[in-house]
């Protein structure tokens, strides 16, 4: 399918990532080129958790990152939201990227905000001299929506801000809800993504909820910048990848993964007119266990005999819990840039956990020789 984005699609015309491969894009797209796994094993002495290895963001720390002003309370989570979305506005020369203003919107994935700041708070309520000594600097980051307001106050973003939770399946959730605000005339220019950080709190929590002992954690944000097809043109932006459409659905349990998922992609390839055989690469969120096999099962389901391309993720950076989707959308849009799409193709991004939410999306990589005016 030789796709060219039409003036009022929507695209996604830029991308930013920090994770376990570095603070930049450059070091995310070289690290999934490489197939190599950035190093895990945990300080002991730093980390009382019962994992023996995670994947953190290396070198992050908020000061440095983003300076003394403004960062002495903030948490993991909203910082490298803020950062994340940053390393986006400002492009590659240091300049705000044209054409995006104040009335830009947000839509930012997270599982419950920051549970470590959450756990601290508590805490501290219940072992200090008086329950209402806590440090109130503090209290911002125990709301779920801590890293989205926290990002929109930093870089001056006044359009719609919202936040979303919805598991594995959170980035995917978070682009369709963009895309609803774009369609509803709320916004026209949106950054929309998701964020997951490390912690203590975090891993004992999904020791206790899951029996994976050798799940790898790992950590980090990955954001986009969503806008039709001309306005992109308009600032410069040819456009990266087109979004052909979304797809969601409830599975009472694990088992239901398969059937309820595999209905989902057909009816998303139905809807969109595109046959098995014309997708090119699939990004799967690689979820360990018997979750992951359900979803590759209902992928073979529906795309048969058809054989794409498998695009790494999770498997490098580890279990990114809330911002896995987002990192798969990341992972893609790494290949178009980097040319290994090979010109314009459609890849489909599946998403599956036990908690009952599962989603797909299909994006159109836009061929660059084809994207002109």
């Avoid at 490489?34 to 994947?55: C, H, I, Q, Y």
């Avoid at 983003?66 to 910082?79: F, I, P, W």
């Avoid at 099962?297 to 005999?305: F, K, Q, S, W």
Wanted: aromatic share 6%.
């Amino acid at each position: 399918m030789a796709l060219t984005a039409a003036v009022g699609n929507p695209v996604i015309s830029a991308w930013s990532t920090i994770s376990p491969f570095g603070l930049s894009s450059a070091e995310f797209a070289a690290g999934l080129r490489s197939g190599r796994k950035p190093a895990g094993r945990l300080d002991r002495g730093e980390w009382r958790v019962p994992f023996e290895e995670a994947r953190l963001v290396p070198g992050f720390d908020i000061r440095a990152v983003l300076g003394r002003r403004g960062t002495r309370s903030m948490d993991r989570a909203s910082g490298l939201a803020v950062a994340a979305v940053g390393r986006l506005l400002d492009g590659a020369g240091g300049e705000r990227l044209p054409g995006v203003g104040e009335d830009t919107g947000l839509a930012l994935g997270t599982s419950t905000g920051s549970a470590q700041s959450m756990m601290d708070f508590t805490r501290d309520s219940l072992v200090g001299e008086r329950p209402y000594l806590v440090d109130p600097a503090r209290f911002p980051n125990t709301v779920m929506n801590c890293a989205a307001g926290q990002s929109a106050i930093w870089h001056r973003l006044k359009g719609p801000n919202t936040t979303i939770a919805g598991g594995r399946a959170t980035g995917l959730l978070a682009l369709q809800y963009a895309l609803r605000l774009q369609r509803a005339g709320r916004a026209e220019t949106l950054l929309c993504g998701a964020v997951e950080e490390f912690s203590t709190a975090r891993a004992w929590l999904e020791w206790h909820a899951t029996d994976r002992r050798d799940n790898v954690l790992g950590e980090g944000a990955a954001v986009w910048l969503l806008e039709r097809a001309g306005t992109a043109r308009d600032n410069g932006r040819p456009g990266i990848a087109e979004v052909i459409g979304l797809e969601f659905g409830f599975a009472k349990d694990g088992r239901e993964i398969r059937p309820v998922l595999g209905a989902g992609l057909r009816r998303l390839l139905d809807r969109s007119g595109v046959a098995p055989e014309e997708i090119w690469a699939v990004a799967d969120s690689q979820a360990p266990g018997a979750d992951g096999e359900e979803e590759r099962a209902a992928i073979a389901d529906v795309l048969g005999t058809a054989t794409p391309q498998r695009v790494p993720c999770a498997e490098s950076i580890g279990d990114t819990s809330a911002a896995s989707a987002a990192f798969q959308i990341a992972a893609v849009l790494a290949l178009a840039e980097d040319g290994g799409a090979g010109g314009a193709r459609t890849v489909l991004i599946t998403s599956a956990e036990s908690n009952g939410v599962v989603g797909a999306a299909l994006l159109g990589l836009v061929d660059p020789a084809r994207s002109g005016p």
